[in-house]
């Protein structure tokens, strides 16, 4: 009934169901996920500015919110469904609890959009939260499949961009940092990385072109 502190804690469950948390945990040593899902719910794992954690992987993820606290470089090992997509947040600037979600479905708006921002995708989106502290933070969105997330091109600088939905409209938050290549059908992996963002909320794949990523939308506009 109350909130359960772990120092280290590692997930290997190889059953079906997962691991559910039927009340609060918290972290302060190493979260390492092995294999088996995580499901979190009100009931949220939490990790200590003192914690660190293993970025998962396509067997092992969060499904629901985690929180992290502190100041340091940390990636969020979350999912949902069978989709792994990891986000990451860099360069903080004060210790702060931030609370993140993956969500494999189409934000209830892609069509509010602000120049430079041609199209979103359609098929995924994060909610990134600051739920404690006044730290900013570069924030890093991950793909683990191009072909699926429909990336074709992410040439540093390029096209591609972190769309921060804020003010009721999608947003360009700048792309200082593309990394991998993700050209031709193979499932290429990579992320795309924002300048530094002082308001949290949604983000998602952001196109300035979107005959360059078209993303997952399958008609923009028809005149």
């Given at each position: 009934?109350?909130?359960?502190?772990?120092?280290?804690?590692?997930?290997?469950?190889?059953?079906a169901?997962?691991?559910?948390?039927?009340?609060?945990?918290?972290?302060?040593?190493?979260?390492?996920?092995?294999?088996?899902?995580?499901?979190?719910?009100?009931?949220?794992?939490?990790?200590?500015?003192?914690?660190?954690?293993?970025?998962?992987?396509?067997?092992?993820?969060?499904?629901?919110p985690?929180?992290?606290?502190?100041a340091s470089?940390?990636?969020?090992?979350?999912?949902?469904?069978?989709?792994?997509a990891?986000?990451?947040?860099?360069?903080?600037?004060?210790?702060?609890?931030?609370?993140a979600?993956?969500?494999?479905?189409?934000?209830?708006?892609?069509?509010?959009?602000?120049n430079p921002?041609?199209?979103?995708?359609?098929?995924?989106?994060?909610?990134?939260?600051?739920?404690?502290?006044?730290?900013?933070?570069?924030?890093?969105?991950y793909?683990?499949?191009?072909?699926?997330?429909?990336?074709l091109?992410?040439?540093?600088?390029?096209?591609?961009?972190?769309?921060?939905?804020t003010?009721?409209?999608?947003?360009?938050?700048g792309?200082?940092?593309?990394?991998?290549?993700?050209?031709?059908?193979?499932?290429?992996t990579?992320w795309?990385?924002?300048?530094?963002?002082?308001?949290?909320?949604?983000?998602?794949?952001?196109?300035?072109?979107?005959?360059v990523n078209?993303?997952?939308v399958?008609?923009?506009?028809?005149?």
């Amino acid at each position: 009934a109350t909130s359960t502190p772990f120092n280290n804690l590692t997930i290997f469950n190889t059953s079906a169901t997962g691991v559910t948390l039927n009340t609060a945990a918290s972290v302060g040593g190493i979260l390492t996920l092995t294999d088996g899902y995580v499901y979190t719910t009100t009931n949220v794992l939490t990790l200590t500015n003192t914690a660190s954690a293993t970025s998962g992987l396509a067997a092992s993820y969060i499904i629901g919110p985690i929180i992290k606290q502190g100041a340091s470089d940390f990636v969020f090992p979350v999912g949902k469904g069978t989709k792994w997509a990891r986000l990451g947040i860099f360069t903080i600037t004060a210790s702060s609890d931030f609370r993140a979600e993956y969500f494999n479905s189409q934000y209830v708006n892609i069509t509010s959009l602000v120049n430079p921002i041609e199209v979103v995708s359609g098929l995924e989106y994060w909610v990134l939260d600051r739920v404690a502290g006044a730290g900013n933070a570069d924030v890093r969105l991950y793909w683990e499949d191009a072909t699926w997330s429909q990336i074709l091109e992410c040439t540093p600088n390029g096209d591609l961009s972190v769309a921060h939905f804020t003010a009721g409209a999608w947003n360009d938050s700048g792309s200082p940092s593309i990394t991998a290549g993700c050209t031709g059908p193979a499932p290429f992996t990579g992320w795309v990385q924002s300048n530094s963002v002082t308001v949290f909320s949604p983000f998602t794949f952001g196109s300035k072109n979107w005959q360059v990523n078209p993303l997952p939308v399958t008609l923009v506009n028809f005149t």
